[in-house]
């Protein structure tokens, strides 16, 4: 089943599972989720959430769970919003992991571009023990929530609050009515306390400073729209890339790939995630 249809499947389920009573939804919910964690009171405190679409990344108030893919260690999420649906889709269907094989052993190095709360980097620094990984995430909230979630692996992990853009400099985003996983650049608001300012890092930037006379070895790309701008201007940086991951938002695949391979990348169709393209160094 392609990734489309999971998530359509998933929604429909969702959108179902909603209109049921509050015992059934949580038995819906069980069913759905219970393979995701380690104990039953990590499950019982997830299907207690309230599901939604958008919340307000303000609220500090959040619940923890314990993530069975990473051997029980914690992970902490906010109880409206979005970050219910990351757990689910990082640790149930783990489309940001890279092909097999292509993280070497020791001493890998991964950028995690498009970060959320974190459970992409526990994941990655869980699964690739010799792995460095850093991180940048758009939203302030996110980023600190991310920071939080990967102490256990902090030596080894890094998390940036700011936006890939091909310059560096400075962007704004908004976050009113917008999905706590899908902030991006750009003026979406008419009103102005709602419109907030971050740092706009550059790759060629990051990569003086994380990986100036070395290799990526694994790039994952959700920038939710900045991607075709990133890997059209500025381009310098993807020298230093063996294998990226990219996110389809506002971006044509044929046109990713024909980027990618403009690049220098062969290109591989990822089975398991159909807005996806995968760009390798051969």
Not at 232 to 238: A, D, F, H, S
Not at 256 to 277: E, F, M, P, S, Y
Request: aromatic share 6%.
């Amino acid at each position: 089943m392609s990734e489309g249809s999971s998530t359509r499947n998933i929604n429909k389920l969702t959108r179902l599972a909603n209109a049921l009573p509050s015992p059934l939804l949580r038995l819906s919910w069980a069913l759905r989720h219970g393979g995701l964690f380690s104990d039953l009171a990590s499950l019982r405190a997830y299907c207690r959430l309230v599901p939604q679409t958008s919340g307000s990344s303000s609220n500090r108030e959040t619940i923890t769970v314990h993530i069975r893919q990473l051997q029980g260690h914690p992970i902490s999420l906010r109880p409206h919003g979005t970050d219910a649906e990351v757990i689910y889709t990082t640790f149930g269907s783990q489309f940001h992991l890279p092909p097999t094989g292509i993280i070497p052993p020791n001493d890998a190095l991964i950028f995690d571009l498009g970060s959320n709360i974190g459970c992409t980097i526990a994941h990655f620094a869980h699964v690739f023990s010799g792995a460095t990984v850093i991180g940048v995430e758009l939203d302030t909230a996110n980023a600190e929530l991310a920071r939080h979630n990967t102490v256990p692996w902090e030596e080894r992990c890094e998390i940036l609050t700011g936006a890939i853009w091909p310059t560096d400099g400075e962007v704004e985003y908004s976050d009113a009515e917008t999905r706590q996983d899908a902030y991006r650049v750009g003026t979406i608001t008419t009103n102005p306390a709602m419109l907030k300012s971050v740092p706009a890092l550059s790759m060629n930037t990051l990569i003086a400073k994380y990986a100036p006379d070395r290799m990526i070895d694994y790039v994952k790309m959700d920038i939710e729209g900045a991607e075709r701008q990133v890997l059209k201007e500025n381009t310098e940086w993807m020298a230093h890339v063996r294998c990226i991951k990219v996110e389809l938002h506002d971006y044509q695949k044929e046109e990713c790939i024909a980027d990618l391979r403009q690049l220098g990348l062969q290109t591989l169709a990822d089975t398991n995630h159909w807005t996806t393209v995968i760009g390798i160094r051969s």
